[in-house]
């Protein structure tokens, strides 16, 4: 089953396993698709396996983090066109993310450092569920975005936009922070039905504007489907996508290598995306993420193994820009978790909570995330 986005007459319909199999029937068969009002939109992207925090935000101004890395860090800003883009002075991106260099000058560009779960976890499968579901340590949740998206009295007084397409993912199937009692989902028998009959349309190719070249990826083709439909305006209100490959325990690389090559991906993709949206931009937010980082000191087969702080990118036209958000901890043997690891200093729902109270308009961040403080900043708005 693959995900395709088709365009007939107007009537635009995804295939994914999350969305109401009646819908795209209806979809297939007319003629014209109902345009919902633009309005806010959020866009999650997981970078599933634990990407390596200290590489991608890198800090290059603690000596330790050089006395870690002997072989894979990334030189400082300017050491033979292979170092760190410098970012304040103390902080760098690795140089495969060039391309989002020109959104952290625009001040579109909010990376968190030093941000995660509590949870001590070191499993993939948990720490990805509780990022998810938003309760670390506790199983058996739904999904955060789910709980938003149900729980009609969160929200402050607008009118919410019943859409089919109020919640995508792009993904091969219903996504953890999607899950729930939402109507989001779709048997799947009469999903594949409906793919089918999808598959018999006469698709017209998506043009990006404004320039943008998104990547011959998985993933570059799934925001260019997100960038779709948010310009189609049908009632978008949430879009997540995965992309995997982060898990570098072996030969990750420095400035080049299997870390950069999977950077350069996802750069090239989010910085189409947001040229693609253009003045758009002023009314979406996008939101990386990955379950944890990695160790800050490299391992003996020139990779990095699990850990516990990572780091995530905000970007928007609304966001906080020109600074890297949360107090660094430090990579001082005393500083570090465990003795090993970057130490968490910002709760991820603090994020997460902020971009749905303030971008999405939720009141009681309480109950989406039970048990956490509802009014946390992380200051990225």
């Given amino acids: 089953m693959q995900r395709r986005v088709f365009l007939k007459s107007g009537a635009l319909a995804l295939v994914t396993l999350g969305l109401s199999p009646s819908f795209l029937r209806r979809a297939v068969y007319a003629q014209a698709l109902p345009r919902a009002g633009k309005g806010k939109v959020l866009i999650c992207l997981f970078q599933r396996g634990a990407a390596d925090a200290l590489n ?84 058996g949740t739904d999904g955060w975005l789910n709980r938003f998206l149900a729980a009609r009295g969160t929200c402050a007084e607008r009118e919410v936009r019943e859409s089919p397409f109020r919640a995508v993912a792009f993904a091969s199937q219903t996504p953890r922070i999607l899950a729930g009692p939402d109507l989001i989902h779709g048997a799947g028998t009469e999903a594949h039905d409906a793919m089918k009959m999808l598959e018999a349309a006469n698709p017209r190719k998506y043009a ?19 960038a779709q439909l948010v310009k189609s305006d049908v009632g978008l209100e949430i879009a997540f996508a995965d992309v995997g490959g982060w898990d570098t325990h072996v030969n990750q690389g420095g400035a080049t290598g299997q870390l950069a090559n999977r950077l350069a991906d996802f750069s090239q993709s989010i910085a189409a995306l947001v040229t693609d949206l253009g003045d758009r931009m002023d009314d979406v937010v996008i939101m990386t993420m990955s379950e944890f980082g990695r160790m800050a000191k490299q391992n003996g087969k020139g990779g990095t193994d699990h850990g516990h702080a990572g780091a995530l990118f905000v970007i928007g036209g609304q966001v906080r820009g020109h600074r890297v958000h949360g107090r660094w901890p430090g990579l001082a043997p005393e500083q570090l978790h465990e003795g090993r690891d970057l130490a968490l200093t910002t709760d991820f729902r603090a994020v997460f909570a902020e971009l749905l109270r303030k971008h999405l308009g939720a009141t009681r961040t309480d109950a989406i995330f039970p048990g956490f403080d509802g009014n946390a900043q992380a200051g990225v708005l």
């Fill in 56 to 139: 991608i935000v890198v800090p290059h101004g603690d000596p330790n983090y050089y006395a870690l890395r002997p072989d894979i860090a990334i030189a400082r800003p300017g050491y033979a066109g292979a170092g760190a883009i410098d970012l304040d002075g103390f902080f760098g991106l690795h140089p495969a993310m060039s391309p989002l260099e020109p959104l952290w000058d625009r001040g579109l560009l909010a990376p968190v450092h030093a941000v995660g779960s509590p949870s001590a976890t070191r499993s993939h499968f948990d720490a990805q569920d509780f990022m998810e579901s938003g309760t670390p340590d506790v199983k």
């Fill in 208 to 226: 990006a504007e404004h320039g943008a070249a998104y990547p011959c990826s998985p993933f570059g083709r799934s925001l260019s489907q997100i």
